[in-house]
């Protein structure tokens, strides 16, 4: 193979007959994937399912450490490209966290560069470049990406990917459900198993509610099992506190802004990212295919129109996009300032919909009353 202009792949041979091409890392790798260099074409090509052509894309599968996710090789359609141009294009949440994680190198000169000269670096240095292997997987339309770092030593996060495998097989029996009202059965004798009693109308309605829209307000007196039901529900559907896909956070009566759901900059200029986007929204964009439930306890200790509008009118943009139901995203670019490694990981942060709000709200003179908003 000969290289007829300068590109990020490196010619090499490693023996391995399922070897299709190693690629430099560059600042395309952490956003959207790779384009696939014509000399590559031919042994990309022959793994695909399909024929591409002007336009067309095909969905395929990458894996890392025995780790799945979603992508797709196209062809683009853009005005002006001359021949053919193949891609590899990924959007998946974990799928880039991981990159980002494992070639941190690569990835913090990139950021770097860009907070110094205000635009993303179009080569990376010698002393911090890092590289992907790509090889055929076992079926058709699947790839194998092997990452090398600075560092190859990679034992023990094999270590840990074999603990979430474990983990995944043996979730919860209520991932084999699929009949709606087998679901409602399980969860409500689930929740009775456990010594607690509520209605199975009560639970049914509560499930609708959320899958309908998720976001739910439990109001009455206190004492009555609001925040209860809430962790049992969850519970239910195997997300629990010890898995992080489950959190109760108590409203405080001095909430007065979003800050401490959405984040803030500090005195350094640095963006903290607030409850909502660390622990929930972005969580649960890396794991799109599991529940995630977040409770926020006794919303009216504070004016809920001040410390959540923003995320109410987010709610209300949801639509349907790669048959996902998405919102807007939560926040505006200027609000990380010059924190480029913040608006790298949280800009494209979004309401997901295997998230699902749930808040409590007790009715007595201790609370304020709810707007038409709300």
């Not at 002006?80 to 941190?104: D, F, H, P, W």
């Not at 898995?243 to 800050?259: E, K, M």
Request: aromatic share 12%; glycine share 4%.
């Amino acid at each position: 193979m000969e290289k007829s202009k300068k590109d990020s792949w490196v010619d090499t041979a490693t023996g391995n007959e399922n070897f299709l091409g190693r690629k430099t890392v560059d600042k395309s790798t952490f956003k959207y994937g790779t384009t696939i260099p014509l000399r590559y074409h031919k042994v990309f090509l022959n793994n695909l399912s399909d024929k591409l052509s002007f336009g067309k894309s095909i969905k395929v599968k990458l894996f890392i450490n025995k780790k799945e996710f979603s992508a797709m090789a196209l062809w683009p359609s853009s005005k002006g490209r001359n021949g053919m141009t193949v891609q590899l294009r990924y959007s998946n949440k974990a799928l880039l966290e991981i990159l980002k994680e494992k070639l941190e190198v690569s990835y913090d000169y990139i950021v770097q560069y860009e907070k110094e000269n205000d635009k993303k670096p179009t080569t990376i240095p010698a002393e911090y470049q890092e590289y992907i292997d790509f090889y055929k997987g076992d079926k058709i339309d699947t790839f194998v990406l092997e990452l090398i770092p600075k560092s190859n030593s990679i034992s023990e996060d094999e270590e840990i990917d074999d603990e979430e495998i474990i983990e995944d097989e043996l979730d919860n029996e209520f991932d084999t459900i699929t009949n709606i009202n087998n679901e409602i059965t399980y969860i409500h004798k689930y929740i009775t198993s456990k010594g607690f009693y509520y209605t199975k109308d009560l639970i049914t309605n509560f499930y609708l509610s959320l899958k309908t829209k998720p976001f739910v307000i439990l109001s009455g007196i206190s004492g009555t099992g609001k925040s209860k039901i809430v962790e049992l529900f969850a519970q239910a559907v195997g997300a629990n506190c010890d898995n992080q896909r489950s959190q109760l956070v108590q409203v405080r009566p001095d909430w007065s802004d979003a800050t401490d759901l959405l984040g803030y900059r500090n005195i350094e200029n640095k963006f903290v990212p607030g409850i909502i986007i660390i622990d929930a929204a972005y969580e649960a964009m890396k794991n799109i295919d599991k529940p995630y439930f977040l409770c926020l306890d006794e919303m009216n200790l504070a004016r809920v129109e001040y410390y959540f509008s923003d995320i109410l009118s987010t709610m209300e943009t949801r639509n349907i996009k790669d048959d996902e139901i998405i919102t807007q995203r939560l926040l505006s670019r200027a609000q990380f300032g010059k924190d480029e490694r913040a608006y790298d990981k949280y800009g494209d942060i979004y309401i997901p919909q295997n998230l699902y709000i749930v808040v409590t709200a007790n009715m007595d003179e201790t609370t304020f009353p709810f707007s038409k908003k709300v």
